[in-house]
T-cell receptor, first 120, second 110 residues
Framework: QVQLVESGGGVVQPGRSLGLSCAAS????????MHWVRQAPGKGLEWVGV????????FYADSVKGRFTISRDNSKKTLYLQMNILRPEDTAVYYC?????????????WGKGTTVIISS | QSALTQPASVSGSPGQSITISCTGS?????????VSWYQQHPGKAPKFIIY???KRPSGVSNRFSGSKSGNTASLTISGLQAEDEADYYC??????????FGGGTKLTVL
């Protein structure tokens, strides 16, 4: 079955960097767009960004544009989120989600999330 | 990228029907049928229940239905059950090729 497993979360100081990974299994990873979505403690869902099936197109929320970068390695069936210049407001559970098509498709299957805490 | 507007909370008794609204603009909800809805139980990952405004994926109860009129999308849950108590989020594709979520609605089954 389709499975997404995020990893790489932890506690990081403001201004530093952190990279997250999302390991995919159970489907043809290289065929689908992939999203990152986050949820701050006690808050709602916030879309972070999306990457096309081949990595040729990426789109980001204004709140992370220029600081976060999404990439993928289709040979490893892995999605990445590189987060730079981290701020306390980036504290959240980060979910990766599979789209059933390109970047203009919804979040069909979600991972369980990984927790990122930005604190000095 | 302003969040879509949802009521903070709704409630209903078992067996009743409730509707959650999701209001955006012509740049998102009104401009595309790419509206989706998600259910999230406490401590769990979201689960998608409606896509393309009104389509229901296989495995999702037919008690869940979606619709859209102009800049407002709606999720209706009929025959409320205790297990429906959760947070519900709408999401829409936008003219900037991005996605935006609503603020979320907490459903309480009385």
């Amino acid at each position: 079955q389709v499975q997404l497993v995020e990893s790489g979360g932890g506690v990081v100081q403001p201004g530093r960097s952190l990279g997250l990974s999302c390991a995919a299994s159970g489907f043809s990873f290289s065929t689908y767009g992939m999203h990152w979505v986050r949820q701050a403690p006690g808050k709602g869902l916030e879309w972070v960004g999306v990457i096309s099936y081949d990595g040729s197109n990426e789109f980001y929320a204004d709140s992370v544009k220029g600081r976060f970068t999404i990439s993928r390695d289709n040979s490893k069936k892995t999605l990445y989120l590189q987060m730079n210049i981290l701020r306390p407001e980036d504290t959240a559970v980060y979910y990766c989600a599979k789209a059933p098509g390109g970047p203009n498709y919804y979040m069909e299957v979600w991972g369980k999330g990984t927790t990122v805490i930005i604190s000095s | 990228q302003s969040a879509l507007t949802q009521p903070a909370s709704v409630s209903g008794s078992p067996g009743q029907s409730i509707t959650i609204s999701c209001t955006g603009s012509s740049s998102d909800v009104g401009g595309y049928n790419y509206v989706s809805w998600y259910q999230q139980h406490p401590g769990k990952a979201p689960k998608f229940i409606i896509y393309d405004a009104s389509k229901r994926p296989s495995g999702v109860s037919n008690r869940f239905s979606g619709s859209k009129s102009g800049n407002t999308a709606s999720l209706t849950i009929s025959g409320l059950q205790a297990e429906d108590e959760a947070d519900y989020y709408c999401s829409s594709y936008t003219s900037s090729a991005t996605w935006v979520f609503g603020g979320g609605t907490k459903l309480t089954v009385l």
